[in-house]
């Protein structure tokens, strides 16, 4: 399993995870581990590029909600 894929997963079940992505998503972004291509692919809220990284489908992928003022 990618990073990726577990940090998004970590995000849908961990309320202090999604808490400090809120906070602060390059730090909690940095912290877990993703490449800097990851971090930009989520930053965009872009599911396409999120999904691309992951080598699924776009339909796969819930809405992403994102706060690009943060990027």
Known sequence: MSKLLDY???L???AAARE???KDPKAAM?????????KAAVMSG??????DLLGISAD???SIK??????
Request: charged share 35%.
């Open 60 to 62: 796969a992928l819930p």
């Open 30 to 38: 940095k912290k877990f581990g993703l490449t800097p291509e990851e």
């Open 8 to 10: 998004l997963n970590t």
């Open 20 to 22: 400090a992505h809120a």
């Open 46 to 51: 872009d599911k396409k590029k999120i999904a």
């Open 12 to 14: 849908d079940k961990d």
């Open 66 to 71: 994102v706060t690009i003022s943060s990027f």
